[in-house]
């Protein structure tokens, strides 16, 4: 049996297309120290450094985590590096855990970030290869043909994406954290933004920033001290599967289902919609929120989108079940980070610490990451209740 | 110094990194025919294995090796597809154009491909397409021996058959 962990620091930097005033050392020492205060602890309390971000040759700092331990604090200390694409924020996260519900560790800073400014991560992810054609436009160009099956199969109307769009950038208006602040933004200004990867235009897609995000993870004893509510580590479940294999269900990926069901269990979730008070979801490009709402059990089969519509996910309609509230990938994509976020900002929600886009009184939230050809999958659910 | 200059703070410095690329057995073989025009594919030596193109020596669901050779077609089906708005640096091809996954008959998995000699509107899943081939005294070990695939004037495949049709065209 796992030992109970909690986190209780959480720590960002403000999201945004260029930080030019640090270094990629300085961007991840500033999240690790807002997560320390927020802990009220030091750097003599942490016991490990578990560090993530997205592939090496995006910013081409090659083992960035060799030279990042001065500024983590971390000489003469474990410093963990972990590797899952675009899911790595929240695989870090898991490992952390990972260390401390083992006992290896009593607590534990993880920090993830991406410095998108100094690097060019769209061309780094298209490198040419003779047995296949030079194609791929980045993310974009390879999501979109799956985002097309996915509206083929369920006959969702056109607009589902642009209502995303809008949504989660008005949830971003809320979080003075969030990179892209659009508090105005409309059905119209999205519909017309121009097409980049048809169906996925401009406005639905996610932005390029610059970021890190941090987390104090402590073991039950520590985190019954802890300086403010701890949010307690109620599952932790990580599966992933190949890029390509023949009946692959590129739409549903099972590796997201096998995850999510894993995660529930652990955490006494029956029905998520119902159980859960929110979610922090990996929802890159807007299409993403009504395949992700279907792969993870909050709808059934072809009928995500509805959710969408109805104003289920949105905080502003009152929806019973707000997907991401912080405004979410599509208001910040500081890659490496992201799926960090998420499971920050679950974190957050049960703290009760989430400001203006706090859900009221949310118990139990889900954070989740995905990565790579929607084939890496991490995700946890966290509550204010010790288990 | 008479006149302000602004501070410079970023130097954009690109590396550019030459390599050279092992193709390994099954990729080396499936190179070796294309480079005579001929797409191929490989599947695990026993009946029903599905059939991988490009092959990269190993079945990725069940990991075993994948021994057998495969002729495929150089007609295809639309599994899906996207407009592509954005230029492709070093690609002399002007957006928007159709990037598709394809499915060469023959096989049960799909590559990427440009469509061209087409309506952009026009394309759509389960779309019958066939390879226009570089001039043959230009074949090397590459895809790009297939300029682009265009469309032919073939029934579309109805969607749960895309993926399933021989090297005839026909069902399995």
Redesign the interface.
């Known amino acids: 049996m796992a030992n109970l962990a909690a986190v209780v620091g959480v720590g960002q930097t403000k999201y945004t297309t260029k930080r030019?005033d640090v270094s990629i050392a300085g961007l991840v020492r500033e999240a690790a120290v807002n997560a320390l205060q927020d802990a009220d602890l030091g750097w003599d309390d942490i016991d490990a450094v578990i560090l993530g971000k997205a592939p090496d040759m995006f910013e081409?700092v090659i083992m960035p985590e060799v030279y990042l331990t001065d500024a983590l604090g971390c000489n003469g200390k474990p410093m963990i590096r972990v590797h899952t694409a675009g899911s790595v924020g929240g695989s870090t996260a898991i490992v952390a855990a990972s260390h401390v519900q083992s006992g290896t560790f009593r607590r534990v800073l993880t920090v993830s970030f991406e410095k998108q400014s100094e690097s060019n991560a769209m061309?780094a992810l298209s490198n040419p290869?003779?047995?296949?054609?030079?194609?791929?436009?980045g993310a974009g160009?390879y999501f979109?043909?799956?985002i097309?099956?996915y509206i083929?199969r369920s006959n969702a109307p056109k607009d589902v994406g642009i209502k995303v769009a809008v949504k989660d950038r008005l949830h971003g208006a809320r979080n003075p954290l969030a990179h892209l602040q659009k508090p105005d933004i409309t059905m119209q200004e999205v519909e017309e933004s121009?097409?980049?990867?048809?169906?996925?235009r401009f406005l639905e897609a996610c932005p390029s920033s610059d970021g890190a995000c941090a987390m104090v993870i402590a073991n039950e004893e520590l985190a019954d001290k802890a300086a403010k509510q701890p949010a307690w580590i109620r599952g932790v479940a990580m599966r992933s599967e190949?890029?390509?294999?023949?009946?692959r269900d590129e739409v549903n990926p099972q590796a997201g289902r096998d995850c999510a069901a894993d995660v529930y269990k652990q955490a006494g979730i029956t029905d998520p919609r119902k159980d859960l008070d929110c979610a922090e979801v990996y929802v890159p490009f807007s299409w993403y929120e009504p395949m992700w709402l279907e792969n993870l059990g909050f709808a059934p089969i072809g009928e995500g989108w509805k959710l969408t519509m109805e104003g289920a996910t949105s905080l502003d309609e009152g929806g019973d079940i707000p997907w991401n509230c912080s405004g979410g990938v599509l208001s910040s994509n500081a890659i490496g980070a992201s799926g960090m976020i998420r499971f920050a900002e679950a974190a957050r929600q049960v703290r009760g610490d989430a400001g203006d886009h706090q859900v009221e009184g949310a118990k139990l939230a889900l954070g989740h990451a995905y990565g790579g050809g929607a084939q890496f999958f991490a995700m946890w659910v966290v509550g204010s209740e010790k288990p | 110094m008479s006149e302000e200059q602004e501070v410079v703070?970023?130097v954009k410095s690109p590396?550019y990194l030459k390599y050279n690329?092992t193709?390994g057995a099954a990729?080396a073989r499936?190179?070796a025919q294309l480079k005579k025009g001929k797409l191929t594919g490989q599947r695990r030596a026993e009946p029903g294995a599905?059939?991988?193109s490009?092959p990269r020596g190993s079945?990725?669901?069940s990991g075993r090796p994948t021994e057998q050779e495969v002729e495929l077609s150089d007609k295809a089906t639309v599994?899906?597809?996207?407009?592509?708005?954005?230029p492709?640096?070093g690609?002399a091809i002007e957006p928007?154009f159709v990037?598709?996954?394809l499915v060469a008959d023959g096989a049960?998995?799909s590559?990427?491909?440009?469509m061209s000699e087409c309506d952009n509107a026009d394309v759509h899943?389960g779309q019958r397409v066939q390879a226009i081939w570089k001039p043959e005294e230009e074949w090397d070990?590459?895809?790009?021996n297939?300029r682009y695939f265009k469309p032919i004037d073939e029934p579309d495949v109805p969607?749960e058959k895309i993926?399933k049709l021989s090297v005839t065209g026909q069902e399995d």
């Open positions: 030019q081409g061309w290869q003779p047995f296949s054609t030079h194609l791929n436009a160009g979109a043909p799956i097309r099956e083929r121009f097409m980049l990867w048809d169906p996925i190949p890029t390509t294999f023949a009946g | 703070t970023v590396i690329f193709a990729p499936f190179l599905p059939v991988y490009p079945c990725p669901a599994q899906s597809f996207t407009i592509v708005y954005i492709i640096p690609n928007p990037v598709a996954n049960n998995i590559f990427i491909h440009l899943i070990y590459s895809m790009d297939i969607v993926g």
